[in-house]
């Protein structure tokens, strides 16, 4: 069994940074892409960014572009997120998804097979 656990979410004020962590472990499968998933009360799950594992290039939803940065440690079989200038708006639960598949786009949540439970990002205005 895969298990993707995030950490690192919290309580900010607008304007400040976090960084959020994924930790892959269990089975070993492959890895071909990752990505940043929110999901917000009442709304739909979001894009927010995903990286090609073994290459390393990156995607970004438009609302985080410039913001946000995506990044793996192939090493510690770690995904990272850093969200800087946070906004209100950016507050929601953040999934990590791991995708062992290239059918499918990097954008879209069906593309991905493995999810962890989420971490909690809220932003004060």
């Known amino acids: 069994q895969v298990q993707l656990v995030e950490s690192g979410g919290g309580l900010v004020q607008a304007g400040d940074s976090l960084r959020l962590s994924c930790a892959i472990s269990?089975?070993?499968?492959?890895?071909?892409?990752m990505g940043w998933f929110r999901q917000a009360p009442g709304k739909e799950r979001e894009f927010v960014a995903a990286?090609?594992?073994?290459?390393?290039?990156?995607y970004y939803g438009l609302s985080v572009k410039g913001r946000f940065t995506i990044s793996r440690d192939n090493a510690k079989n770690t995904l990272y997120l850093r969200l800087n200038s946070l906004k209100p708006e950016d507050a929601a639960v953040y999934y990590c998804?791991?995708?062992?598949?290239?059918?499918?786009?990097?954008?879209?949540?069906?593309?991905?097979?493995?999810w962890g439970q989420g971490t909690q990002v809220t932003v004060s205005s």
């Open positions: 998804a791991a995708s062992d598949t290239y059918s499918g786009s990097v954008y879209a949540p069906s593309r991905y097979r493995y």
């Open positions: 269990g089975r070993t499968f492959r890895n071909v892409a």
């Open positions: 990286i090609n594992w073994s290459v390393g290039v990156t």
